[in-house]
Nanobody, 112 residues
Framework: QVQLVESGGGLVQAGGSLRLSCAASGRIFSKNIMGWYRQAPGKQRELVAAISSGGSTNYADSVKGRFTISRDNAKNTVYLQMNSLKPEDTAVYYC??????WGQGTQVTVSS
C-alpha cells in the first residue's frame, strides 16, 4: 500500500502562483511515476503533469510553459509549481502514484 498526502492548494487571483506538494509513504518502489491530475466540476479527471523517478516529465498542453513538476526522490515527494494561473485551472488536484494510488485531493481556485 502507498499513502499520498497532498498540501498547498488554495485561493489565488488570476496570474498568481501556487505550489502543490505530495508526500508518498508505504511500499515505494525505486522506479515509479508520480503525477498530478485535476478534476473540475462536471468534467472528467485529466492528467496535468507526470514525472518518472528518472526525471522524465510529461505535461498537458494546457499547462505547458506555466506549470513545472519536480520531485525529491530522497523524500518521496513530488511538487507542482503553478504559475500564471487562470480561472480555467480551478479544480481539485489529485496526486497519483504509478496510476494505482490517489491522494485525497486539494482544491485550487483561481479567481478572475
Amino acid at each position: 500500500q502507498v499513502q499520498l498526502v497532498e498540501s498547498g492548494g488554495g485561493l489565488v487571483q488570476a496570474g498568481g502562483s501556487l505550489r502543490l506538494s505530495c508526500a508518498a509513504s508505504g511500499r515505494i518502489f525505486s522506479k515509479n511515476i508520480m503525477g498530478w491530475y485535476r478534476q473540475a466540476p462536471g468534467k472528467q479527471r485529466e492528467l496535468v503533469a507526470a514525472i518518472s523517478s528518472g526525471g522524465s516529465t510529461n505535461y498537458a498542453d494546457s499547462v505547458k510553459g506555466r506549470f513545472t513538476i519536480s520531485r525529491d526522490n530522497a523524500k518521496n515527494t513530488v511538487y507542482l509549481q503553478m504559475n500564471s494561473l487562470k480561472p480555467e485551472d480551478t479544480a481539485v488536484y489529485y496526486c497519483n502514484y504509478n496510476t494505482d494510488y490517489w491522494g485525497q485531493g486539494t482544491q485550487v481556485t483561481v479567481s478572475s
